[in-house]
């Protein structure tokens, strides 16, 4: 199985500032014939069940802020909140799905400083 | 809207067996792959299976944790996807949550508790 890993394991940053996760895959999960690397990126809130937030590593979900975004490639991946909102706080999972089973990061929990 | 909505959980005894169930609607079910993901508690989340739609075949793969003991189902005329679990283990405890979506999920259902304890 593909082991997906995420640092830190949490964070707490101030309003309006940038929260960056990152995530690791144990194999590449870049699909170089279509060039898409096969990464997710979940929100879950306490008490919800997980939103998709970015997929293809890189694309927003519809209807997901601009402020959330997704880059990377291969084996390492970020996700970068810019100016961290009060409702952001969250756990946020990667998982990927370029080989079964589909695996998810352990999480990263976003707080509020 | 989508919506997919969980039934079925509760508590059981290790050896016990459960059937979860996820009624979907706002959508072509018959043309979704569905899956089940648990969450035990204060834990990340664990892909345990799907099945794929019936015109791409209908076949189910599983998490090895549970590969023999749960099996995925669907009745596409009632728009519900099933999870019959069997031989359940203390560690199978947590919320179930079904998800549409064949890579990713962006449907998820609110989740169904279920709790295996002596």
């Known amino acids: 199985d593909i082991v997906m890993t995420q640092s830190p394991g949490s964070l707490a940053v101030s309003l309006g500032e940038r929260a960056t996760i990152t995530c690791r895959s144990s194999?590449?999960?870049?699909?170089?014939?279509?060039?898409?690397?096969?990464l997710s990126w979940y929100q879950q809130k306490p008490g919800q069940s997980p939103k998709l937030l970015i997929y293809?590593?890189?694309i927003r979900e519809v209807g997901v802020p601009d402020r959330f975004s997704g880059s990377g490639s291969g084996t390492d991946f970020t996700l970068t909140i810019n100016s961290l909102q009060p409702e952001d706080v969250a756990v946020y999972y990667c998982?990927?799905?370029?080989?079964?089973?589909?695996?998810f990061g352990p999480g990263t929990k976003v707080d509020v400083k | 809207e989508v919506h997919l909505l969980e039934s079925g959980g509760g508590s059981v005894k290790p050896g016990g067996s459960l059937r979860l169930s996820c009624a979907a609607s706002?959508?072509?079910?018959?043309?979704?792959?569905m899956n089940w993901v648990r969450q035990a508690p204060g834990k990340g989340l664990e892909w345990i299976g799907r099945?794929?739609?019936?015109?791409?075949?209908?076949?189910?793969l599983y998490a090895a944790p549970v590969t023999g003991r749960f099996s995925i189902s669907r009745d596409d005329s009632k728009n519900i996807l099933y999870l019959e679990m069997n031989n359940l283990h203390i560690g199978d405890t947590g919320v179930y949550y079904c998800?549409?979506?064949?890579?990713?999920?962006?449907?998820w259902g609110q989740g169904t508790r279920v709790t295996v304890s002596s």
């Open positions: 998800a549409a979506g064949v890579s990713t999920w962006p449907s």
């Open positions: 706002g959508f072509k079910f018959a043309d979704a792959w």
């Open positions: 099945i794929k739609s019936n015109v791409d075949d209908g076949t189910t």
């Open positions: 194999q590449n999960i870049l699909l170089t014939s279509k060039n898409k690397n096969f």
């Open positions: 293809w590593a890189s």
């Open positions: 998982q990927q799905y370029y080989d079964n089973p589909p695996t």
